[in-house]
Protein backbone atom coordinates (compact mmCIF):
# COMPACT_ATOMS: atom_id res chain seq x y z
CA UNK A 1 0.00 0.00 0.00
CA UNK A 2 3.16 2.10 0.53
CA UNK A 3 4.69 1.87 -2.39
CA UNK A 4 1.49 2.09 -3.97
CA UNK A 5 0.22 5.65 -3.29
CA UNK A 6 4.35 6.37 -3.77
CA UNK A 7 3.76 5.41 -7.56
CA UNK A 8 0.44 7.37 -7.08
CA UNK A 9 1.95 10.67 -6.42
CA UNK A 10 4.96 10.07 -9.05
CA UNK A 11 2.06 11.15 -11.77
CA UNK A 12 2.88 14.17 -13.02
CA UNK A 13 0.26 17.36 -12.21
CA UNK A 14 -1.55 18.33 -15.85
CA UNK A 15 -0.22 22.07 -14.92
CA UNK A 16 3.43 20.96 -14.77
CA UNK A 17 2.66 18.64 -18.13
CA UNK A 18 1.21 21.14 -19.92
CA UNK A 19 4.74 23.08 -19.43
CA UNK A 20 6.64 20.37 -20.97
CA UNK A 21 8.51 21.38 -23.82
CA UNK A 22 7.22 18.97 -26.11
CA UNK A 23 3.79 19.86 -25.31
CA UNK A 24 4.26 23.41 -25.18
CA UNK A 25 5.97 23.48 -29.24
CA UNK A 26 3.31 20.95 -30.59
CA UNK A 27 0.97 21.98 -32.93
CA UNK A 28 -1.90 21.08 -31.34
CA UNK A 29 -3.87 24.02 -29.27
CA UNK A 30 -3.76 23.94 -25.55
CA UNK A 31 -7.17 23.58 -25.56
CA UNK A 32 -7.45 20.71 -27.74
CA UNK A 33 -4.35 18.87 -25.66
CA UNK A 34 -5.91 19.51 -22.28
CA UNK A 35 -7.97 16.77 -22.38
CA UNK A 36 -5.35 14.21 -23.92
CA UNK A 37 -2.76 15.34 -20.59
CA UNK A 38 -5.56 14.40 -18.54
CA UNK A 39 -6.77 11.59 -20.30
CA UNK A 40 -3.10 9.91 -20.45
CA UNK A 41 -2.74 11.09 -17.05
CA UNK A 42 -6.36 8.99 -16.12
CA UNK A 43 -4.72 5.96 -17.37
CA UNK A 44 -1.56 5.83 -15.94
CA UNK A 45 -3.72 6.14 -12.62
CA UNK A 46 -6.29 3.15 -13.55
CA UNK A 47 -3.15 1.02 -15.01
CA UNK A 48 -1.19 1.20 -11.29
CA UNK A 49 -4.83 0.85 -10.09
CA UNK A 50 -5.89 -2.76 -11.67
CA UNK A 51 -1.75 -3.96 -11.32
CA UNK A 52 -1.28 -3.04 -15.43
CA UNK A 53 1.70 -1.53 -14.71
CA UNK A 54 3.91 -0.89 -11.64
CA UNK A 55 6.08 2.10 -12.70
CA UNK A 56 6.08 5.30 -13.72
CA UNK A 57 7.08 6.50 -16.97
CA UNK A 58 9.31 9.77 -17.06
CA UNK A 59 7.86 12.90 -17.71
CA UNK A 60 9.15 12.58 -21.48
CA UNK A 61 8.24 9.57 -22.32
CA UNK A 62 4.66 10.27 -21.20
CA UNK A 63 4.55 14.02 -22.71
CA UNK A 64 5.58 11.76 -26.52
CA UNK A 65 2.88 9.62 -25.52
CA UNK A 66 0.25 12.76 -25.11
CA UNK A 67 1.51 14.39 -28.60
CA UNK A 68 1.24 11.60 -30.32
CA UNK A 69 -2.48 10.91 -29.00
CA UNK A 70 -3.32 14.38 -29.63
CA UNK A 71 -2.06 15.05 -33.07
CA UNK A 72 -3.80 11.65 -34.01
CA UNK A 73 -7.32 12.81 -32.47
CA UNK A 74 -6.66 16.27 -34.32
CA UNK A 75 -6.33 14.66 -37.52
CA UNK A 76 -9.22 12.46 -36.91
CA UNK A 77 -11.27 14.85 -36.12
CA UNK A 78 -10.53 17.32 -39.19
CA UNK A 79 -13.19 17.17 -41.74
CA UNK A 80 -10.55 18.31 -44.97
CA UNK A 81 -7.17 16.40 -44.89
CA UNK A 82 -4.50 16.15 -47.26
CA UNK A 83 -4.53 12.59 -48.60
CA UNK A 84 -1.80 10.44 -51.14
CA UNK A 85 -4.04 9.16 -53.93
CA UNK A 86 -2.83 6.09 -55.35
CA UNK A 87 -6.11 5.12 -57.45
CA UNK A 88 -4.47 6.10 -60.54
CA UNK A 89 -7.78 8.48 -61.31
CA UNK A 90 -6.15 11.88 -62.08
CA UNK A 91 -9.14 14.23 -61.29
CA UNK A 92 -10.89 11.60 -58.50
CA UNK A 93 -13.79 13.94 -58.10
CA UNK A 94 -14.40 12.59 -53.91
CA UNK A 95 -10.39 13.50 -53.22
CA UNK A 96 -10.65 17.22 -54.43
CA UNK A 97 -10.07 16.51 -58.51
CA UNK A 98 -7.06 18.40 -59.95
CA UNK A 99 -3.99 19.48 -57.30
CA UNK A 100 -2.53 22.58 -57.92
CA UNK A 101 0.80 23.65 -59.11
CA UNK A 102 3.40 24.69 -56.50
CA UNK A 103 3.35 28.34 -57.76
CA UNK A 104 -0.14 28.49 -58.05
CA UNK A 105 -0.70 27.74 -54.50
CA UNK A 106 1.95 29.83 -53.27
CA UNK A 107 0.47 32.50 -54.80
CA UNK A 108 -3.24 31.58 -53.34
CA UNK A 109 -1.44 31.41 -49.95
CA UNK A 110 0.21 34.93 -49.98
CA UNK A 111 -3.10 36.57 -51.12
CA UNK A 112 -5.31 34.78 -49.13
CA UNK A 113 -3.19 35.90 -45.43
CA UNK A 114 -2.68 39.79 -46.75
CA UNK A 115 -4.28 42.53 -48.57
CA UNK A 116 -4.82 42.43 -52.46
CA UNK A 117 -5.87 44.36 -55.80
CA UNK A 118 -8.79 42.33 -56.22
CA UNK A 119 -10.58 45.47 -57.27
CA UNK A 120 -7.77 47.84 -57.33
CA UNK A 121 -6.15 49.41 -60.21
CA UNK A 122 -2.64 49.90 -58.81
CA UNK A 123 -1.90 52.64 -61.79
CA UNK A 124 -4.48 55.07 -61.23
CA UNK A 125 -5.15 54.47 -57.40
CA UNK A 126 -9.07 53.57 -57.96
CA UNK A 127 -11.30 51.00 -57.95
CA UNK A 128 -10.17 48.35 -60.95
CA UNK A 129 -11.51 45.54 -62.65
CA UNK A 130 -11.89 41.97 -61.14
CA UNK A 131 -9.80 38.96 -62.46
CA UNK A 132 -8.25 41.55 -65.01
CA UNK A 133 -5.43 39.05 -65.01
CA UNK A 134 -7.20 36.13 -65.76
CA UNK A 135 -8.88 37.65 -69.33
CA UNK A 136 -5.50 38.71 -70.60
CA UNK A 137 -4.29 34.91 -70.11
CA UNK A 138 -7.56 33.90 -71.70
CA UNK A 139 -7.92 35.98 -74.65
CA UNK A 140 -4.07 35.01 -75.54
CA UNK A 141 -4.46 31.51 -74.99
CA UNK A 142 -7.78 30.96 -76.82
CA UNK A 143 -8.26 34.11 -78.68
CA UNK A 144 -11.86 34.79 -76.89
CA UNK A 145 -13.09 38.25 -77.30
CA UNK A 146 -14.55 38.28 -73.05
CA UNK A 147 -14.31 36.30 -70.68
CA UNK A 148 -15.65 35.69 -67.20
CA UNK A 149 -14.61 33.31 -63.95
CA UNK A 150 -17.55 31.66 -61.85
CA UNK A 151 -17.92 29.40 -58.68
CA UNK A 152 -17.88 25.91 -61.22
CA UNK A 153 -18.90 25.11 -64.65
CA UNK A 154 -23.06 24.43 -63.51
CA UNK A 155 -22.92 27.79 -62.20
CA UNK A 156 -21.66 29.07 -65.74
CA UNK A 157 -24.33 27.44 -67.64
CA UNK A 158 -27.00 28.67 -64.92
CA UNK A 159 -25.59 32.18 -65.75
CA UNK A 160 -25.71 32.27 -69.67
CA UNK A 161 -29.08 31.14 -69.59
CA UNK A 162 -30.74 32.88 -67.21
CA UNK A 163 -28.78 35.69 -69.18
CA UNK A 164 -29.59 34.98 -72.82
CA UNK A 165 -32.54 32.96 -72.90
CA UNK A 166 -34.49 33.00 -69.70
CA UNK A 167 -37.57 34.40 -71.60
CA UNK A 168 -37.86 31.85 -74.48
CA UNK A 169 -36.62 28.63 -75.11
CA UNK A 170 -33.22 26.68 -75.93
CA UNK A 171 -32.72 24.03 -78.43
CA UNK A 172 -30.70 20.79 -77.23
CA UNK A 173 -30.33 17.49 -78.53
CA UNK A 174 -31.92 14.01 -76.55
CA UNK A 175 -28.25 12.67 -76.67
CA UNK A 176 -27.16 15.70 -74.61
CA UNK A 177 -29.58 15.67 -71.67
CA UNK A 178 -26.84 14.34 -69.61
CA UNK A 179 -26.57 14.42 -66.03
CA UNK A 180 -22.72 14.95 -65.08
CA UNK A 181 -20.84 14.69 -61.23
CA UNK A 182 -23.36 14.89 -58.80
CA UNK A 183 -26.34 16.35 -59.63
CA UNK A 184 -25.58 18.15 -62.81
CA UNK A 185 -29.14 17.74 -65.17
CA UNK A 186 -29.09 19.71 -67.73
CA UNK A 187 -33.23 19.34 -68.28
CA UNK A 188 -33.12 20.69 -64.80
CA UNK A 189 -30.64 23.74 -65.18
CA UNK A 190 -32.33 24.71 -68.36
CA UNK A 191 -35.75 24.73 -66.05
CA UNK A 192 -34.07 26.66 -63.60
CA UNK A 193 -32.92 29.26 -65.68
CA UNK A 194 -36.60 29.99 -66.71
CA UNK A 195 -35.90 28.35 -70.47
CA UNK A 196 -37.98 26.09 -71.90
CA UNK A 197 -36.16 22.76 -73.37
CA UNK A 198 -36.55 21.89 -76.60
CA UNK A 199 -35.32 18.42 -77.33
CA UNK A 200 -34.52 17.33 -80.85
CA UNK A 201 -33.38 14.17 -82.30
CA UNK A 202 -33.40 10.98 -80.34
CA UNK A 203 -30.68 9.42 -77.59
CA UNK A 204 -28.00 8.38 -80.67
CA UNK A 205 -28.74 10.67 -83.55
CA UNK A 206 -29.57 14.13 -83.96
CA UNK A 207 -29.12 15.60 -87.26
CA UNK A 208 -28.86 19.46 -87.90
CA UNK A 209 -32.30 19.27 -89.87
CA UNK A 210 -33.66 18.59 -86.13
CA UNK A 211 -32.38 22.04 -84.87
CA UNK A 212 -33.55 23.59 -88.02
CA UNK A 213 -37.12 22.42 -87.81
CA UNK A 214 -36.95 23.46 -83.84
CA UNK A 215 -36.41 27.10 -84.58
CA UNK A 216 -39.21 29.22 -83.92
CA UNK A 217 -39.70 32.95 -82.78
CA UNK A 218 -39.36 32.06 -78.83
CA UNK A 219 -35.81 30.17 -79.66
CA UNK A 220 -33.22 32.27 -77.49
CA UNK A 221 -30.35 30.16 -78.27
CA UNK A 222 -29.14 26.90 -79.63
CA UNK A 223 -27.26 24.65 -76.76
CA UNK A 224 -24.39 21.67 -77.10
CA UNK A 225 -23.55 19.63 -74.13
CA UNK A 226 -19.93 17.83 -73.79
CA UNK A 227 -21.23 14.34 -72.91
CA UNK A 228 -18.26 13.99 -70.86
CA UNK A 229 -18.61 11.01 -68.51
CA UNK A 230 -21.12 9.38 -71.11
CA UNK A 231 -20.49 7.46 -73.99
CA UNK A 232 -23.43 6.66 -76.75
CA UNK A 233 -21.81 3.78 -79.37
CA UNK A 234 -22.75 1.80 -82.26
CA UNK A 235 -25.40 3.83 -84.77
CA UNK A 236 -24.57 7.39 -83.93
CA UNK A 237 -25.01 10.94 -85.37
CA UNK A 238 -24.79 14.59 -84.21
CA UNK A 239 -24.41 17.72 -84.93
CA UNK A 240 -21.15 19.53 -85.16
CA UNK A 241 -20.53 23.03 -83.58
CA UNK A 242 -19.26 24.11 -86.68
CA UNK A 243 -22.64 23.09 -88.29
CA UNK A 244 -24.54 24.48 -85.19
CA UNK A 245 -23.04 27.73 -85.33
CA UNK A 246 -23.94 28.14 -89.49
CA UNK A 247 -27.28 27.53 -88.72
CA UNK A 248 -27.13 29.64 -85.61
CA UNK A 249 -26.11 32.82 -87.15
CA UNK A 250 -28.26 32.07 -90.74
CA UNK A 251 -31.41 32.52 -88.18
CA UNK A 252 -29.34 35.08 -85.64
CA UNK A 253 -29.68 32.63 -82.58
CA UNK A 254 -26.69 32.33 -80.57
CA UNK A 255 -24.89 29.00 -79.89
CA UNK A 256 -23.66 27.89 -76.83
CA UNK A 257 -21.18 25.25 -75.80
CA UNK A 258 -20.54 23.22 -72.65
CA UNK A 259 -17.34 22.11 -73.15
CA UNK A 260 -17.07 20.00 -69.75
CA UNK A 261 -13.36 19.46 -68.96
CA UNK A 262 -11.97 22.35 -70.62
CA UNK A 263 -8.73 20.97 -72.41
CA UNK A 264 -6.69 24.16 -73.28
CA UNK A 265 -3.80 22.43 -74.83
CA UNK A 266 -4.82 19.93 -77.37
CA UNK A 267 -4.89 16.56 -74.84
CA UNK A 268 -4.67 13.85 -77.80
CA UNK A 269 -1.05 13.55 -77.86
CA UNK A 270 -1.78 12.04 -73.82
CA UNK A 271 -4.11 9.68 -75.61
CA UNK A 272 -7.44 11.38 -74.61
CA UNK A 273 -9.72 11.91 -77.83
CA UNK A 274 -13.16 13.82 -78.19
CA UNK A 275 -11.95 16.72 -75.68
CA UNK A 276 -13.57 19.60 -77.41
CA UNK A 277 -10.55 22.39 -77.10
CA UNK A 278 -11.92 26.00 -76.28
CA UNK A 279 -10.03 27.65 -78.78
CA UNK A 280 -11.36 25.10 -81.38
CA UNK A 281 -14.94 25.82 -80.25
CA UNK A 282 -14.83 29.76 -80.63
CA UNK A 283 -12.91 29.29 -84.11
CA UNK A 284 -15.98 27.30 -85.03
CA UNK A 285 -18.26 30.09 -84.64
CA UNK A 286 -19.53 29.33 -80.53
CA UNK A 287 -20.95 32.51 -79.54
CA UNK A 288 -20.34 31.06 -75.74
CA UNK A 289 -18.32 28.53 -74.58
CA UNK A 290 -18.11 27.18 -71.00
CA UNK A 291 -16.01 24.69 -68.84
CA UNK A 292 -15.14 24.06 -65.51
CA UNK A 293 -11.22 24.97 -63.79
CA UNK A 294 -10.38 21.89 -62.04
CA UNK A 295 -10.71 19.58 -64.54
CA UNK A 296 -8.05 18.72 -67.47
CA UNK A 297 -7.06 22.64 -67.14
CA UNK A 298 -5.50 21.96 -63.65
CA UNK A 299 -6.76 24.41 -61.42
CA UNK A 300 -8.65 25.20 -58.74
CA UNK A 301 -13.06 24.92 -58.52
CA UNK A 302 -14.40 27.76 -61.26
CA UNK A 303 -16.22 27.79 -64.37
CA UNK A 304 -15.25 29.95 -66.83
CA UNK A 305 -16.65 31.60 -69.79
CA UNK A 306 -15.27 32.72 -72.68
CA UNK A 307 -16.80 34.23 -75.74
CA UNK A 308 -18.81 37.50 -77.54
CA UNK A 309 -18.56 40.43 -75.72
CA UNK A 310 -21.93 41.83 -75.68
CA UNK A 311 -23.05 38.38 -74.01
CA UNK A 312 -20.53 38.15 -71.23
CA UNK A 313 -20.76 41.83 -70.56
CA UNK A 314 -24.25 41.25 -70.15
CA UNK A 315 -23.65 38.64 -67.70
CA UNK A 316 -21.67 40.57 -65.51
CA UNK A 317 -24.51 42.70 -64.94
CA UNK A 318 -26.89 40.10 -64.04
CA UNK A 319 -27.86 39.44 -60.17
CA UNK A 320 -26.78 35.63 -60.64
CA UNK A 321 -23.13 36.47 -61.47
CA UNK A 322 -22.93 38.42 -57.71
CA UNK A 323 -23.51 35.14 -56.10
CA UNK A 324 -21.66 33.08 -58.51
CA UNK A 325 -18.36 35.10 -58.90
CA UNK A 326 -15.27 33.70 -57.05
CA UNK A 327 -12.98 34.79 -54.53
CA UNK A 328 -9.03 36.24 -54.34
CA UNK A 329 -7.92 32.97 -53.63
CA UNK A 330 -9.54 31.73 -57.05
CA UNK A 331 -8.39 34.35 -59.04
CA UNK A 332 -4.87 34.44 -57.66
CA UNK A 333 -4.62 30.27 -58.55
CA UNK A 334 -5.99 30.76 -61.68
CA UNK A 335 -4.09 33.34 -62.63
CA UNK A 336 -0.87 31.75 -61.97
CA UNK A 337 -2.03 28.60 -63.23
CA UNK A 338 -2.79 30.05 -66.70
CA UNK A 339 0.26 31.90 -67.10
CA UNK A 340 2.46 28.78 -67.27
CA UNK A 341 0.16 27.31 -70.21
CA UNK A 342 2.22 29.60 -72.67
CA UNK A 343 4.94 26.85 -72.63
CA UNK A 344 3.32 23.87 -72.83
CA UNK A 345 6.74 22.16 -71.35
CA UNK A 346 6.55 24.24 -68.74
CA UNK A 347 2.98 23.53 -68.12
CA UNK A 348 3.80 19.77 -68.11
CA UNK A 349 6.38 19.97 -65.49
CA UNK A 350 4.32 22.39 -63.03
CA UNK A 351 1.02 21.31 -63.51
CA UNK A 352 0.19 18.10 -61.65
CA UNK A 353 -2.78 17.43 -64.24
CA UNK A 354 -0.58 17.83 -67.17
CA UNK A 355 2.42 15.93 -65.67
CA UNK A 356 0.27 12.80 -64.88
CA UNK A 357 -1.16 12.84 -68.09
CA UNK A 358 1.87 12.97 -69.78
CA UNK A 359 3.99 10.43 -68.44
CA UNK A 360 5.95 8.53 -70.37
CA UNK A 361 6.15 5.04 -69.99
CA UNK A 362 9.62 4.62 -69.59
CA UNK A 363 8.94 7.61 -66.67
CA UNK A 364 6.48 6.20 -65.24
CA UNK A 365 8.72 2.35 -65.26
CA UNK A 366 11.29 4.51 -63.30
CA UNK A 367 9.10 5.97 -60.51
CA UNK A 368 7.31 2.28 -59.88
CA UNK A 369 11.10 0.61 -59.80
CA UNK A 370 12.12 3.88 -57.64
CA UNK A 371 9.24 3.27 -55.37
CA UNK A 372 9.20 -0.64 -55.36
CA UNK A 373 13.42 -0.36 -54.15
CA UNK A 374 12.21 2.12 -51.74
CA UNK A 375 9.72 -0.33 -50.22
CA UNK A 376 11.59 -3.25 -49.87
CA UNK A 377 14.66 -1.17 -48.47
CA UNK A 378 12.07 -0.36 -45.52
CA UNK A 379 11.31 -4.44 -45.48
CA UNK A 380 8.33 -4.38 -47.39
CA UNK A 381 6.76 -7.35 -49.69
CA UNK A 382 5.51 -6.06 -52.67
CA UNK A 383 5.28 -6.58 -56.41
CA UNK A 384 5.44 -4.55 -59.70
CA UNK A 385 2.35 -4.97 -62.00
CA UNK A 386 1.09 -3.19 -65.06
CA UNK A 387 -2.69 -1.31 -64.63
CA UNK A 388 -4.63 1.03 -65.88
CA UNK A 389 -4.91 4.77 -64.80
CA UNK A 390 -7.74 7.06 -65.96
CA UNK A 391 -8.10 10.75 -66.48
CA UNK A 392 -11.21 10.80 -64.79
CA UNK A 393 -13.41 14.06 -63.98
CA UNK A 394 -15.80 13.25 -66.69
CA UNK A 395 -13.63 13.58 -68.92
CA UNK A 396 -13.13 10.82 -71.94
CA UNK A 397 -15.15 7.83 -70.42
CA UNK A 398 -13.75 4.35 -70.89
CA UNK A 399 -10.30 5.59 -71.71
CA UNK A 400 -7.60 3.64 -69.69
CA UNK A 401 -3.92 5.24 -70.28
CA UNK A 402 -0.87 2.29 -69.77
CA UNK A 403 0.44 2.90 -66.16
CA UNK A 404 2.66 0.78 -63.49
CA UNK A 405 1.29 -0.08 -59.86
CA UNK A 406 2.53 -1.68 -56.38
CA UNK A 407 0.86 -4.41 -55.83
CA UNK A 408 0.46 -4.99 -51.96
CA UNK A 409 1.41 -8.81 -50.39
CA UNK A 410 1.98 -10.03 -46.64
CA UNK A 411 -0.18 -11.82 -44.58
CA UNK A 412 -3.03 -9.80 -43.69
CA UNK A 413 -6.55 -9.62 -46.16
CA UNK A 414 -6.42 -7.38 -48.93
CA UNK A 415 -9.32 -5.47 -47.34
CA UNK A 416 -7.68 -5.07 -43.82
CA UNK A 417 -4.37 -3.82 -46.01
CA UNK A 418 -6.97 -0.93 -47.80
CA UNK A 419 -7.90 -0.23 -44.14
CA UNK A 420 -4.63 0.39 -42.45
CA UNK A 421 -3.15 2.47 -45.65
CA UNK A 422 -6.40 4.31 -45.20
CA UNK A 423 -5.98 5.06 -41.25
CA UNK A 424 -2.10 6.54 -41.87
CA UNK A 425 -1.36 9.68 -40.41
CA UNK A 426 -0.96 10.81 -44.35
CA UNK A 427 -4.05 8.45 -45.80
CA UNK A 428 -3.15 6.15 -48.54
CA UNK A 429 -6.22 5.97 -51.09
CA UNK A 430 -5.40 2.92 -53.16
CA UNK A 431 -7.47 0.82 -55.61
CA UNK A 432 -9.04 -3.07 -54.88
CA UNK A 433 -8.07 -4.78 -58.45
CA UNK A 434 -8.35 -8.85 -58.97
CA UNK A 435 -8.53 -8.98 -55.24
CA UNK A 436 -4.86 -7.34 -54.35
CA UNK A 437 -4.56 -3.45 -53.00
CA UNK A 438 -2.85 -1.41 -56.07
CA UNK A 439 -1.16 1.77 -56.34
CA UNK A 440 -0.77 3.64 -59.03
CA UNK A 441 2.39 5.58 -59.42
CA UNK A 442 0.96 7.94 -61.75
CA UNK A 443 -1.29 9.65 -59.26
CA UNK A 444 1.15 9.71 -56.15
CA UNK A 445 3.91 12.94 -56.40
CA UNK A 446 7.63 12.15 -55.63
CA UNK A 447 7.43 13.93 -53.00
CA UNK A 448 5.71 11.00 -51.31
CA UNK A 449 7.36 8.29 -51.98
CA UNK A 450 9.46 7.78 -48.70
CA UNK A 451 6.31 8.16 -46.69
CA UNK A 452 4.35 5.86 -48.90
CA UNK A 453 7.52 3.34 -48.96
CA UNK A 454 7.76 3.66 -45.16
CA UNK A 455 3.90 3.08 -44.80
CA UNK A 456 3.48 0.03 -47.06
CA UNK A 457 6.41 -1.44 -45.69
CA UNK A 458 4.82 -1.37 -42.32
CA UNK A 459 1.61 -2.98 -42.99
CA UNK A 460 2.96 -5.32 -46.34
CA UNK A 461 5.98 -6.73 -44.07
C1 LIG B 1 -18.14 18.53 -65.23
C2 LIG B 1 -19.14 19.12 -66.12
C3 LIG B 1 -20.05 20.08 -65.65
C4 LIG B 1 -20.06 20.52 -64.22
O1 LIG B 1 -18.94 21.28 -63.95
P1 LIG B 1 -18.56 21.71 -62.45
O2 LIG B 1 -17.36 22.58 -62.64
O3 LIG B 1 -18.30 20.46 -61.70
O4 LIG B 1 -19.72 22.45 -61.93
C5 LIG B 1 -20.94 20.63 -66.53
N1 LIG B 1 -20.97 20.24 -67.81
C6 LIG B 1 -20.12 19.33 -68.31
C7 LIG B 1 -20.22 18.94 -69.75
C8 LIG B 1 -19.16 18.73 -67.48
O5 LIG B 1 -18.32 17.82 -67.94
Request: no cysteine.
Given at each position: MHIENNLYKRIPQVDKLMQHELISNCEVYRHEIVETVRDVLADLREGLRIGKIDKIPCDDDIAKKVVDLAGKRTREQKGIRRVIN??????HSNLGRASLSKAAAKEAVEIASSYCTLEYDIEKGKRGNRAGGIEKYLQNLTGCESSLIVNNNAAAVLLILSSMASDGNVIVSRGELVEIGGGFRVPDIISQCGCKLREVGTTNKTRIADYEAA??????AILKVHTSNFKVVGFTESVSIKELTTLGKLHNIPVIE??????????QKYGLHDEPLAKESLKNGADIVSFSG???????QCGIILGQKKYVEAMKKHPLYRAFRVDKMTIAVMEATLRVYADLSLAERDIPVLSMLSMTDEALRLRVEKLCEEIQKNGGDVEVIKTKSVAGGGAVPGLELDSYAIALKGALSVEKLEKKLREQPVPIIGRIESDRLVLDVRTIFEDDFDYVAKAVADVSG
Open positions: GTGVILIDKDTRDIGSGALVDVDKLLGGL
